[in-house]
């Protein structure tokens, strides 16, 4: 199993700032993910963070907006840019401890608000 | 395009009764899905996937690809049974797709 640490875990922000959110995972993890949950919805998968390389975006989500390091195997960062009230949201790390079936372990989530 | 649809939003049960969350998916290819569970204040865990046929504190889920479902279903709820409960699908690429969500209330 691997245990995934996100800091901060909650955040109040102005508007137009940006915000960095970190993900430690106690492991080496062959993939890690970044998604958010908006208010009342469901998780919506923003990227993969490549170990060494650009995140891979999924559509709606571009690298201005989101931009994402890895910069080894065990952690990673999401910066939220330019922040609006619309990105007021729960960001959440994610990893799998192998490639295929590997179980998908998740942090407690970055709570955003954005005034 | 919605790959995984939990039609469900709320589902209230009592204490003792079964329970059934519905998820259907779409995929062309071979699906993989699992079952996600947050209880209150905890972080999102698996609760079990469908490769592995086992039954998870009471839980179980059919993989139909007839149908495509994939329902999960408990005989006798339990009230530490409310929690969000969600159906995901992992796509070719190993990233999880997920469903809307289920909150279920298990009554007293």
């Known amino acids: 199993s691997a245990v995934i640490s996100q800091k901060p875990s909650r955040d109040i922000c102005q508007r137009g700032t940006s915000l960095t959110i970190q993900c430690q995972v106690d492991?080496?993890?062959?993939?890690m993910f970044w998604y958010r949950q908006q208010p009342g919805q469901s998780l919506t998968l923003i990227a993969t963070?490549?170990?060494?390389?650009?995140?891979?975006?999924e559509s709606g989500f571009v690298i201005d907006k989101f931009p994402i390091s890895r910069p080894n195997l065990t952690f990673s960062t999401l910066t939220v840019s330019n922040m609006s009230p619309e990105d007021s949201s729960i960001y959440l790390c994610s990893a799998r401890d192998r490639v295929g079936s590997g179980e998908l372990f998740f942090g407690e989530g970055s709570r955003l608000t954005v005034l | 395009a919605q790959r995984v649809t939990q039609p469900e939003k709320l589902l209230s049960v009592f204490k003792g009764a079964p329970v059934e969350l519905k998820c259907n998916y779409s995929y062309s290819g071979s699906p993989e899905l699992f079952w996600y569970v947050q209880y209150s204040r905890q972080r999102l865990q698996l609760l079990l996937r469908?490769?592995s046929r086992e039954s998870i504190k009471g839980f179980t889920a059919d993989l139909n690809k007839g149908e495509t479902s994939f329902h999960l279903k408990k005989p006798f709820a339990q009230e530490e049974d409310s929690a969000m409960y969600y159906c995901a699908l992992t796509l070719n690429d190993y990233k999880l797709s997920f469903g809307a969500g289920t909150t279920v209330t298990v009554r007293a």
């Open positions: 963070a490549n170990q060494g390389s650009e995140a891979t975006y």
């Open positions: 492991s080496q993890v062959t993939m």
């Open positions: 469908h490769i």
